[in-house]
């Protein structure tokens, strides 16, 4: 069985600090990995995807991934009050289905 | 911005009685999903669909479930006959391959 595992959190940082939320998942041949963003009752919003080894950065976001270790991380800088939701880990192999982590959900103080 | 529409947002029904969730993909996208979120889980496969017909299913899309392109634009799913098990979010997603998915903004199913 394939699977994604992400810290349940709730993960609290500060306004202005960066947010580290992290995932790995367990199937070696996986290809593509995404972050979304899930407010609460409202659909999943894609934020990153990251296919190579090493950081991607898209504005406050930078993804992190580890093939070797299985391992993709989210850095969210200069953290707003905004970005309090739940962050889904997302992983897809050769195939169709994309596999989702729980999520993580974040809260950011103001 | 392109956006996947869902309809109705949300939907009750009596076990045993079929439902029929519909959703109007992006326009020039080529891959359609659908997925289900039960109240407090992970969001899970149900199935894909490309060049009209299903492309990959998961154990959760059993008999009782059935997807269709009865256009160029609409892209349904059809329960059967509904469970209890059945209430859940259904999302709708489109992309064009290997990248991520545009979500609809769901349709909430209550089987009661």
């Known amino acids: 069985q394939k699977e994604v595992e992400q810290n349940s959190g709730p993960l609290s940082v500060p306004e202005g600090a960066i947010a580290s939320l992290n995932c790995t998942y367990s199937?070696?041949?996986?290809?593509?990995f995404f972050w979304y963003r899930q407010y609460s009752g409202k659909s999943p919003e894609l934020i990153m995807f990251?296919?190579?080894?090493g950081d991607k950065e898209d504005g406050r976001f930078t993804a992190q991934l580890n093939k070797a270790s299985q391992y993709v991380s989210l850095l969210i800088r200069d953290s707003q009050p905004s970005d309090s939701a739940t962050y889904l880990c997302?992983?897809?192999?050769?195939?169709?289905?994309?596999?989702f982590g729980a999520g993580t959900r974040l809260f950011v103080k103001a | 911005e392109p956006e996947v529409t869902q309809t109705p947002s949300h939907q009750v029904t009596q076990m045993g009685q079929e439902v029929i969730l519909r959703c109007v993909p992006i326009?020039?996208?080529?891959?359609f999903y659908w997925y289900r979120q039960i109240l407090g889980q992970k969001v899970e496969f149900l199935v894909s669909?490309?060049?009209?017909?299903?492309?990959?299913k998961s154990e959760i899309f059993d008999d009782q479930f059935s997807v269709e392109r009865p256009d160029g634009s609409n892209f349904t799913l059809k329960i059967r006959s509904t469970k209890l098990e059945d209430s859940a979010m259904y999302f709708c997603?489109?992309?064009?391959?290997?990248?991520?998915?545009?979500f609809g903004s769901g349709t909430r199913l209550t089987v009661v």
């Open positions: 990251i296919y190579s080894n």
């Open positions: 997603a489109s992309n064009q391959g290997q990248v991520g998915y545009t």
């Open positions: 669909f490309y060049n009209n017909e299903i492309s990959e």
């Open positions: 199937d070696r041949g996986s290809q593509s």
């Open positions: 997302a992983v897809n192999g050769e195939g169709f289905k994309t596999i």
């Open positions: 326009s020039n996208h080529l891959y």
